[in-house]
């Protein structure tokens, strides 16, 4: 720490005397002036040397004097007597305990460069100590760096060093560390602040009397998360810096973190083209010398995706699902970067598939029925090419194929293209001769009774020869028979959705 006027009376060589004001006030600089105004050259918390040249030893002027040093942040003046004065002025005494200025006597035969160089020499001296802490602190981060798990060994250690409580969150708002325990504590808001301002950049907030430093820590992509330092004290700029190096070492392991899930990633992948392919004796083999448990007995295959720019936060949502990794469920991407997901044909898995789907944006998929490992390869085309036709009206975002059937034709057709068509389709039914006949009424009650003329006739309250007639008129309109299939289905199709 820099010098205290305390410090320097202590210091007998120095012939110094407290005659006003707290010994505890830090000196951070020492500047000696005769000026009747010095301020304009004085810094904050700076020790002033003067022996009064400029003012009589009963002049009215030492209170205006003192309060122009508290304008401009001087906490301490140092008096030199037997020159001009022989004691401290009463009047400058009174006005500098009033006015909460520390004042010291500087005796006659003391040079006023010997307070200036013990100033200097104390604040050289705290310089250095501070740097040799920052080296030690510098070194012990290294060390917690070699401790696994790594990010929490290296929180642990800031908040020791630094007597701040710190915490380290995912991007994704998670705590993955914090220290004291008391830290945890605070990442709401955190969370809340990083939300705020929409970005992930250094900044710094208050948290009652506490200044908080929040710091991105990267990986080469993006920030995988943030750093928050609380205490009350401001940082000083050796504890940035080692707020600094915390910062990089993280970035670090989160990089081989993230090199380490990538690799992990890839030998699931390998292992499920096995399975999908048929292998399932290399499928096995490969798991049991990479490490990566199986789901056992009956399992179903799932295909889920999200939408474009949430794939990422899809697969991290599943891999950190802790019921799928209670089940040894293999999770992995194919070959188009849909998310495959094999598990257990176990009591509330769908559900909790269904939750996680739910916590994704757009995330939808198709799970098949429950088989054998040996059928995998089997039902897997199927399933993979029901995932692609998830509407986005589907009831659930986790249909089985039977719901993708229930859901009906209609809800995968998008509602503007399928509008347009059935106008287009019925257009021909609603022309003016058309109207006049009501042909749109007649053929939709004709296909409604299934193409029993007698029950259509009978339903529209005219003869059978009208009906038939009618039905001709369409026919020629349509340019179509009715006796095709294809026709009826269609025109069928065309007013469901002129009715939705």
Do not use: C
């Amino acid at each position: 720490m820099p010098e205290t006027l305390a410090s320097l009376v202590a210091k007998g060589d120095l012939g110094l005397t407290l005659r006003a004001g707290r010994g505890d006030v830090v000196v951070r600089w020492a500047h000696i002036s005769e000026l009747l105004d010095p301020t304009p050259y004085l810094d904050e918390g700076t020790l002033l040397l003067t022996t009064g040249l400029s003012l009589g030893r009963t002049s009215s002027q030492w209170p205006e004097y003192v309060e122009r040093l508290v304008g401009a942040g001087v906490p301490a003046l140092g008096f030199g007597v037997g020159l001009r004065h022989a004691i401290v002025p009463p009047t400058l005494v009174e006005a500098a305990d009033r006015l909460g200025v520390s004042v010291v006597e500087v005796s006659e035969p003391t040079r006023f460069s010997s307070v200036v160089r013990a100033v200097t020499d104390g604040i050289a001296a705290a310089e250095r100590a501070a740097q040799t802490s920052a080296m030690e602190r510098y070194r012990i981060l290294v060390k917690a760096a070699l401790t696994a798990p790594a990010h929490r060994s290296i929180v642990t250690s800031l908040a020791a060093h630094l007597d701040a409580w710190v915490l380290l969150l995912s991007r994704e708002g998670h705590v993955l560390a914090g220290a004291p325990d008391h830290a945890r504590r605070n990442a709401e808001r955190v969370r809340l602040e990083v939300s705020r301002t929409g970005s992930w950049h250094s900044a710094m907030f208050d948290l009652g009397d506490t200044r908080v430093t929040l710091l991105p820590v990267s990986e080469p992509a993006r920030p995988a998360g943030v750093l928050a330092v609380g205490r009350p004290d401001p940082l000083s700029g050796h504890d940035r810096g080692v707020v600094d190096l915390a910062v990089d070492l993280l970035s670090l392991e989160v990089a081989r973190a993230a090199e380490l899930l990538a690799s992990e990633r890839r030998e699931r992948a390998t292992v499920l083209a096995l399975v999908l392919a048929g292998r399932y004796a290399a499928a096995e083999q490969a798991a049991e010398s990479l490490g990566i448990p199986l789901p056992e007995g009956l399992v179903r295959i799932a295909v889920v995706t999200a939408d474009p720019g949430h794939p990422g936060d899809l697969l991290v949502a599943l891999e950190n699902e802790r019921s799928l990794q209670i089940v040894s469920a293999l999770v992995a991407g194919d070959a188009r970067g849909r998310m495959v997901v094999v598990l257990p044909a176990v009591e509330g898995h769908v559900g909790v598939l269904q939750s996680v789907l739910s916590s994704v944006k757009g995330g939808r998929g198709v799970i098949g029925a429950a088989v054998e490992w040996t059928d995998l390869a089997r039902v897997w085309p199927r399933v993979a090419a029901l995932a692609d036709t998830v509407p986005a009206s589907a009831p659930y975002t986790l249909l089985t194929t039977r719901d993708v059937a229930d859901v009906g034709l209609l809800a995968h057709v998008g509602p503007a293209e399928a509008e347009g068509w059935a106008i287009a389709m019925l257009a021909p039914l609603e022309s003016e001769e058309a109207r006049r006949i009501d042909l749109l009424g007649t053929v939709r009650t004709f296909l409604t009774h299934n193409g029993n003329t007698e029950a259509a006739s009978a339903a529209l309250g005219v003869h059978r020869r009208t009906l038939t007639y009618r039905l001709g008129r369409a026919e020629t309109l349509l340019g179509r028979r009715f006796s095709d299939p294809g026709l009826r289905a269609e025109l069928w199709m065309a007013f469901t959705v002129r009715d939705r």
